[in-house]
């Protein structure tokens, strides 16, 4: 497809998308569902737009997926608003750390001894399938930063977290790939550089940045009385970039700086406005009013307020927050339909087994034997046993393994089946996550009445 092809059909489905949303409200399918449908309908088995697969995709598809999951990470971190020592934060910690390493662990023996597949492309496939993505898991995660829900807390923090702590083990399974036995020398190199170092040092290096940043921003903002006009989306593109960047230099992983540098952000929020239960950019609603950003209002407004750090803490966080959500969104309808356009060729049935065991076994009983009863109710932990979406961080995953050592006789099956069970994820949760959720909501509200 030419560039004004694209152009063409992504416009439609925006139209599309924003002309039937309110249809789409009262429906029990997500914006992805109706994404992958249109995907399907313009590739090999539609309209046959589009003939490429994903291997001849790959080199650019990295990128594109690189940056989704890193502004969705950001944006997923400056909604936590909670200290990061609160009892909400557990469930985070256990899903992005024991009961993830047991969903690798699944599909990996799944993928091993019921496909016949070798322990390296098993290993591969467990590792990109088993981070909940923080794309896509956007109806499941916390609404706003007053949101202490503790299923959405902890999917939103599995969803920061997972996407770093899996990358070693997309490292692990390309190393396996290339070594006929498992080596100490190797394997040690592995253990310190990518665990006990690339881990916390990611973390360290985005939180200290975030803080940094936020807190110099703000006092730049308060000082020259522009809370209103500065350009925070600007702020936010440099604040990802340099995470990203500084963690790569050091052999950091970037995902969790960026995750990580949207916390810190947050916690400059938190002490700007002295610790206040409502959030900071709900604070400067009212005195903004609808002409936030506009000169005209800023100077209007009293130079006080101002200079208030409030004020400039909550349009720093409003304005990054919607510039922020606007570019998730149009990323994932971009590569939701990419993926619709090239399922065809790669659909393989196998994986609807591993679907079905990961989705419904392997990860729902490692909740339940994981997550202590004290900490979530029955129903909450069944809900975040079913709620482990998979998407673009897979697709990023599988794209950087097919770009840094992919072994051909790995590579049909990798794709393959990675494909096919984040397709399933997407059906299987785009059509039942409203659903559920609502049930749990009025369950929750009469508990709370």
Not at 34 to 45: D, H, K, N, R, T
Not at 173 to 202: I, K, N
Not at 360 to 374: E, F, N, T
Request: overall charge neutral.
């Amino acid at each position: 497809m030419t560039f004004i092809q694209w152009a063409g059909v992504l416009s439609t489905l925006l139209l599309v998308l924003a002309l039937a949303s309110a249809y789409l409200r009262w429906l029990p399918v997500t914006t992805s569902v109706v994404c992958l449908a249109f995907g399907i309908a313009i590739g090999p088995l539609g309209l046959g737009l589009w003939q490429e697969s994903f291997q001849d995709v790959a080199p650019w598809m990295e990128h594109l997926t690189e940056v989704a999951v890193l502004i969705s990470l950001f944006v997923t971190g400056l909604k936590l608003r909670l200290p990061l020592t609160d009892p909400a934060w557990r469930g985070a910690y256990m899903l992005a750390g024991p009961i993830m390493l047991c969903c690798i662990t699944g599909s990996t023996l799944v993928c091993h001894y019921l496909f016949g597949l070798n322990w390296g492309t098993s290993l591969l496939i467990g590792a990109a399938l088993a981070p909940t993505d923080p794309v896509l898991a956007g109806l499941v995660q916390v609404v706003h930063a007053r949101d202490f829900d503790r299923v959405r807390y902890s999917l939103s923090g599995e969803a920061g977290l997972n996407d770093g702590t899996a990358f070693p083990f997309v490292a692990l399974a390309l190393l396996v790939m290339h070594h006929d036995s498992v080596q100490a020398d190797w394997l040690g190199e592995w253990v310190l550089h990518r665990l006990l170092w690339a881990v916390p040092a990611g973390l360290l290096i985005g939180y200290t940045l975030g803080r940094l940043m936020g807190r110099f921003s703000i006092y730049l903002r308060i000082k020259h009385r522009d809370s209103v006009i500065s350009p925070n989306d600007f702020l936010a593109l440099a604040l990802i970039g340099l995470a990203y960047v500084l963690a790569d230099l050091v052999g950091a992983w970037g995902f969790l700086a960026v995750f990580a540098a949207g916390v810190g952000l947050r916690r400059v929020e938190v002490s700007s406005s002295g610790h206040a239960k409502i959030p900071a950019e709900e604070q400067t609603q009212p005195v903004l009013g609808h002409m936030t950003g506009s000169v005209v209002q800023a100077d209007r407004l009293d130079q006080d307020k101002l200079s208030s750090p409030t004020v400039a803490a909550g349009v720093l966080m409003g304005d990054m927050l919607a510039f922020g959500n606007l570019l998730e969104r149009s990323l994932e309808v971009l590569l939701v339909t990419l993926l619709g356009v090239l399922l065809y060729p790669h659909w393989d049935w196998r994986a609807a087994g591993l679907a079905l065991l990961l989705f419904c076994v392997i990860r729902p009983l490692s909740v339940y034997l994981l997550m202590g009863r004290r900490w979530a109710t029955p129903a909450q932990r069944t809900l975040i046993g079913w709620f482990g979406i998979r998407g673009i961080g897979s697709l990023y995953y599988l794209s950087y393994a097919l770009n840094h050592g992919l072994t051909e006789g790995s590579l049909k099956d990798s794709i393959d089946i990675t494909l096919t069970v984040v397709t399933i994820s997407i059906l299987l949760h785009g059509v039942t996550t409203q659903p559920l959720l609502d049930r749990y909501e009025r369950k929750h509200a009469k508990e709370q009445a």
